[in-house]
């Protein structure tokens, strides 16, 4: 099973940017029952989590993005998507959706988010 992640790209300080994440393979079959989460790793820095959601949609977001983050799924299309508004040059980094199951875990590639005017 494999994780892509789109919809990165370059926008402005205060923009908006909206980042999806498809699941598929096999591995996916019970996708509503994975933990989806959003991670990020800006140059020369630590990865850290941006958002979580749950089987049952519970959501977790770092102190850093409350207010301004929604992490949502679509279990039917094996979709995580991330609205991210008012975005700040801190933002800037590469984001990665990662899935957690049952002693499963996948990464995506990652997709480049740069906030610059």
């Known amino acids: 099973g494999q994780l892509v992640e789109s919809g990165g790209g370059l926008v402005q300080p205060g923009g908006s940017l909206r980042l999806s994440c498809v699941a598929s393979?096999?591995?996916?079959?019970?996708?509503?029952?994975?933990?989806m989460g959003w991670y990020r790793q800006a140059p020369g820095k630590q990865r850290e989590l941006v958002a979580l959601?749950?089987?049952?949609?519970?959501?977790t977001y770092a102190d850093s993005v409350k207010g301004r983050v929604a992490i949502s799924r679509d279990n039917p299309k094996k979709t995580v998507c991330l609205q991210m508004n008012g975005l700040t040059a801190e933002d800037t980094a590469g984001y990665c959706c990662?899935?957690?199951?049952?002693?499963?875990?996948?990464w995506g590639q990652g997709a480049q988010v740069t906030v610059s005017s």
């Open positions: 393979g096999i591995i996916f079959s019970s996708y509503s029952t994975y933990t």
């Open positions: 959601i749950s089987r049952s949609e519970t959501t």
């Open positions: 990662k899935a957690d199951g049952h002693r499963v875990t996948r």
